[in-house]
């Protein structure tokens, strides 16, 4: 974890404390250089990218903020995925007074609705999916006019992160924030009736999820299936469930990719199989991206000519979509020709 200078948007930044939540979960306080605070400005539920060399390989990972602006720190809490490189490394070795390189906040699962105060939020975290929602928790109950119903999954008592936290979060603003601990060991995993239990009193709402894949699909199901539109239901995957390229036709995909950025347009040539974002780094072009997984949205660029297929896309909304704008990083083309312009 060393090195001073920001190269390619990835700024060092200094490991200030670090704070063991659980047995599998750890929160790093970072310290922003002054050089790159304005770029580090966050919104509450959005995250970072770190760029880290683990056995000397160079691995990107996205970890969101736990901490909210309002708590003037920057705060990012990472749990163990069995097996998992980054997240059992940061576990093992992530000592105060370290560097850690981190593109700047990224992410659209941020406070939607009236934000003056009358929209509720709603939401629902499983494991580790608590630190998006503690740092939209955090952020909404600053405000006094907003109320906060939180259900909170965990497969047993023993591994719930911020419990302390988010007892003092009640105990500070009980009249305006409700928790609900669900615990797998003594109930099963969360089932469609008891988040329709949970969400019958809410009022005019947004919604927001984060946790396991099933979990957010059990609860995504049915808060659809109880009317609530889906413009109100923010979803944050930490994991994506990869479409294998192969499926995708590109039987008569274009040899040639035409890419205009910074004014200028260079003709790439095409490898099948590559995302455009492949493409444009084969053509030694240096374009905009960060997380590489589809959640951010800084590698998009719109489709001005041909067509082309995202793999996974929890960054652009319908009407973007419908504009022809495209995630590089997922994106593989499906026609003759194609031509991007990153506008
Ligand atoms: C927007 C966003 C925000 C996120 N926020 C957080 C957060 O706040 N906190 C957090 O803890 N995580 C968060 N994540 C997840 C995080 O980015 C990492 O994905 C997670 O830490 C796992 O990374 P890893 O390097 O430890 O695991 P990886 O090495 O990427 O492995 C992931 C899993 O795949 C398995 N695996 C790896 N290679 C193979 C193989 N060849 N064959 C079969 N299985 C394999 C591993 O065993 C492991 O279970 C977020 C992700 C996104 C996209
Ligand atoms: S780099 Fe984040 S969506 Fe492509």
Redesign the pocket.
Known sequence: MTGDADVDGFAPLRIKRVVRETAD?VSLVLDVPERSSRRFRYQAGQ?L??RVN?GGQD?R??????SAPVEGELR???????????????NDTAAEGDQIHAAPP??R?VLRGDLSGATEVVAFAGG??I??IMSLARAAVDDPDRRVRLFYANRARDSVIFADPLDRLVAEHGDRVLLHKHFDEDDGVVASAAIEAFIAPAGDAHYYV?GPGPFMDTVERTLLAAGVKESRVHL?????AAAAPSAIDQSGVAEEVVIELDRQSTTASYRKGDTLLQTVRSAGLRAPAS?E????GTCMARVVEGSAHMLNN?ALDDDEVEEGWVLTCQSLPTSRKVRINYE
């Open positions: 979960a995250f990218t770190l683990v691995v990972r996205c970890y969101s903020m736990s990012i809490t990472v749990k163990r995925d069995p097996g998992g490189l980054v997240s059992n490394w940061i990224e992410g699962f580790s999916g630190t998006p984060c944050e995957r930490f994991t994506v997380c997984t589809g959640s951010c929890d």
